[in-house]
């Protein structure tokens, strides 16, 4: 029987040592805090905002919000980024994406200051991931999959991990966080051809291509663990993976949806915080 990997309880192994970080933190007279920048209001855009203030109130963590109209021009949302950029109380920022059509996103992105970058959307912080530097944060949801394998006990090293998905969301960092421990890495897309005998190759296969469905049974061999990112909505209105589910019934562990990855990826957004928090105080403690 296959071992369902919940995310609640990664979530609730990292809560006690966050918590007690951030409680650090606000004693010694600085508040870890996390700006959400929304531009519009999608629904899975505010459906993850509140699970984000949610963890953060949890966790000790403050929150401010800054909302523009979906029709809001570049220079308003460049000088909201400035702002936070500015503000020393403000140690990290959430920056909904993708934009909408009239933004330069990459623009945006290289507005923010590299130390605020809690959710690795900027050049610099992805070229932490991908040299191995340690500078910046990773995309927060990448991440999340691999604390989801670790607090299991599932180990990547010598084993064959095959990734379904490109995005620098999730796809090219996770298949690079997981080379970095060892994993022989495949990393697959939409397009790939023969894409289910590549996915039987898989002990380990992470499935983030934003496509209901697109991993069948014929795509899944017994004894893999199935880590399915996909957020996606079914024909009845309801959430589910990329992942079919009759496609999990020989794997060894799989993620389910919803409940899985997502349920961690407000945590690390949280302990990002709280580190970036903890470098801001240290640094101010050295100039004194």
């Not at 620098?168 to 022989?184: C, D, E, H, S, Y």
Request: charged share 25%; aromatic share 4%.
């Amino acid at each position: 029987m296959a071992t369902i990997l919940y995310g609640k309880a990664v979530a609730e192994a990292m809560k006690e040592r966050l918590a007690a970080d951030a409680a650090a933190l606000t004693a010694g007279g600085v508040t870890p805090t996390l700006a959400i920048v929304r531009v519009g209001a999608r629904e899975d855009d505010i459906a993850y905002e509140r699970g984000a203030e949610k963890r953060c109130e949890i966790l000790g963590v403050a929150v401010q919000k800054f909302l523009l109209a979906e029709d809001a021009a570049q220079a308003e949302l460049l000088c909201v980024i400035e702002k936070i950029n500015a503000d020393s109380g403000i140690h990290g920022c959430l920056l909904f994406r993708p934009l909408p059509a009239q933004f330069d996103e990459d623009a945006v992105r290289g507005a923010l200051a590299p130390e605020k970058d809690v959710d690795g959307i900027t050049d610099g912080s992805l070229a932490g991931v991908f040299s191995g530097s340690g500078r910046g944060y990773p995309p927060c949801t990448a991440q999340a999959c691999i604390e989801l394998l670790a607090h299991y006990g599932i180990d990547v090293s010598g084993r064959d991990a095959v990734v379904v998905g490109r995005s620098l969301v999730i796809g090219k960092p996770v298949a690079q966080m997981l080379l970095a421990r060892n994993a022989t890495v495949t990393t697959c897309h939409s397009r790939t051809r023969d894409l289910a005998e590549k996915c039987r190759r898989a002990d380990v296969l992470v499935v983030a291509a934003g496509q209901r469905g697109l991993v069948d049974a014929e795509s899944i061999e017994p004894g893999v663990v199935v880590v399915d990112v996909g957020i996606n909505v079914d024909a009845a209105g309801g959430i589910c993976g990329d992942v079919r589910p009759e496609a999990l019934e020989g794997a060894a562990a799989y993620t389910p949806v919803p409940g899985g990855v997502g349920a961690v990826t407000t945590s690390v957004l949280a302990a990002h915080v709280i580190d970036a928090a903890q470098k801001s105080a240290s640094y101010e403690k050295g100039r004194l």
